[in-house]
């Protein structure tokens, strides 16, 4: 997952990775993937956005870490309807505000998306709009050294 540098300068003087993350949500976009989380999305296309029960609310993570890994809160449903189609190649952890656009500031992670061994697994990268996507499984990890 790639962090931008909003979210490392966030968490190096301002707050933890979960004040980072919570307040906000993911979208799942096709196309091609930005070379990195300050990229603008370019012409990747927003295929879905993944908020508390689909109704817009934003996301937020467990209240504490275990073993280096901080979870989604177990308390929230995080699922979102597909509204355009394609294939997913990325997502990006964001502000509801965030335009995409190329940015040292904004809070972001960035990951692949695939049916296996990807930053964020799913059943089918295919989207089609009237479908849902829910994210069950979300964790951001520190790993040691």
Same mark, same amino acid.
């Given at each position: 997952?790639?962090?931008?540098? #909003?979210?490392?300068? !966030? ?17 799942? !976009? #096709?196309? &091609? ?6 990229? =603008?999305?370019?012409? *990747? ?8 029960? #689909?109704?817009? $609310? ?8 275990? $073993? ?11 699922? $979102?309807?597909?509204?355009? *189609? ?8 964001? =502000? ?8 040292? =500031? =904004? ?21 089609? &709009? $009237? ?5 069950? !499984? !979300? ?7």
């Amino acid at each position: 997952m790639k962090r931008s540098t #909003g979210f490392r300068d !966030y968490v190096l003087a301002s707050g933890s990775v979960k004040q980072a993350l919570d307040g906000k949500v993911i979208t799942f !976009y #096709g196309g &091609p993937v930005p070379a990195n989380a300050d990229a =603008a999305l370019g012409s *990747a296309v927003p295929l879905c956005t993944i908020t508390v029960d #689909g109704a817009g $609310g934003t996301l937020n993570m467990a209240a504490a870490p275990a $073993g280096g890994q901080l979870p989604k809160s177990s308390s929230q449903v995080w699922r $979102g309807d597909i509204t355009t *189609a394609g294939t997913a190649t990325f997502f990006r952890h964001h =502000a509801l505000g965030d335009d995409g656009s190329l940015s040292t =500031a =904004a809070v972001r992670l960035q990951g692949t998306v695939g049916l296996v061994g990807a930053d964020i697994e799913v059943s089918d990268v295919i989207f089609t &709009p $009237g479908d849902e996507r829910k994210i069950n !499984y !979300y964790v951001v990890a520190i790993t040691e050294g």
